[in-house]
């Protein structure tokens, strides 16, 4: 059976990580530290990484995706100026298209006003979620952006038992939409390629008789990929995607959002198990 495991953005700014695990950053002069830790998501990694030394050879492929950003982005904060043009928003401030019009929220640059009035009109259009300005994550070349060190362990180990390579998925560059899930932007732009359906990740992962899934988190970018998954792959094809509950966490305060998603997912066919059911 080709087996294969899909990690998404196991990262360290997503980990609720112990303080023994923060490298000492001298730049800063104290340790660094996830900027949106989810809980749970640390105990999570430690049992993928488990997972995968337990299968070794039995995993025909692992692919990784990595939530990948700009400083500057329309979900971030310095993006952002209150109607006075000096306050960005604080971190978690969900933002509508009807505030931009009222002036309650703008773009820090006036000229981009029209560009982000079109996105939040279309991002609101389809239902899935309201902007939400999050703290500065996973931007691109930080420590925050990188592998989980223990999981990155394991997969160390593997590729080199193996000889093959873990394949490795950014999603998240452009800064004019949010990309939650590792297959398409929640506003694709037509002059990017990279926001668009990723029709070469669909195809290998589709080559899996099973797919097991894990990573962070289950209330967003775990949600947005495998809601893709399901929705582009053959119908018959969802029984072979396998959620590991152990190895998903959801944002603090969208735990209904990841129990819906779970719910969702298992009437359409996809599995649910643990980590140490394999």
């Known amino acids: ?27 800063l002069g104290a340790p ?3 900027a949106l830790p989810v809980s749970g998501a640390h105990a999570d990694l430690l049992r993928a990484a488990a997972l995968v030394e337990r299968l070794g050879a039995r995993l025909q492929g692992i692919t990784v995706t990595l939530d990948s950003h700009q400083r500057i982005d329309i979900a971030h904060p310095g993006f952002w100026r209150d109607a006075s043009g000096q306050a960005a928003p604080a971190p978690f401030t969900p933002i509508t298209a009807a505030e931009v019009r009222a002036g309650t ?18 991002l609101e259009a389809t239902g899935r979620y309201t902007l939400m300005v999050w703290p500065v994550h996973c931007q691109m070349g930080s420590w925050g952006q990188a592998v989980h060190a223990g999981l990155q362990s394991a997969l160390d180990r593997w590729a080199d038992a193996q000889g093959r390579s ?25 002059q990017d ?23 962070e988190a289950g209330s967003h ?54 980590s140490t059911d394999f």
């Open 1 to 27: 059976m080709n087996t294969q495991l899909l990690l998404i953005d196991p990262q360290n700014d997503f980990c609720d990580l112990p303080e023994e695990w923060l490298p000492h950053t001298p730049a």
């Open 32 to 34: 660094a530290r996830p």
């Open 105 to 122: 929220w703008r773009p820090r640059e006036a000229a981009a006003l029209p560009r982000v009035l079109d996105y939040l009109d279309a």
């Open 166 to 190: 873990v394949q490795i998925v950014c999603k998240g560059e452009n800064p004019w939409t949010e990309h939650y899930s590792a297959l398409q932007a929640e506003v694709p732009d037509a």
């Open 193 to 215: 390629a990279r926001t668009q359906l990723n029709r070469p990740l669909l195809a290998a992962l589709d080559r899996a008789d099973q797919l097991l899934i894990a990573g």
């Open 221 to 274: 970018c775990v949600r947005a990929t495998v809601e893709h998954l399901v929705e582009h792959l053959p119908a018959a094809s969802c029984g072979k995607l396998v959620l590991l509950r152990d190895c998903i966490s959801p944002v603090a305060g969208f735990e209904a959002a990841q129990a819906d998603f779970f719910a969702a997912m298992q009437a359409r066919g996809v599995r649910l198990a643990l």
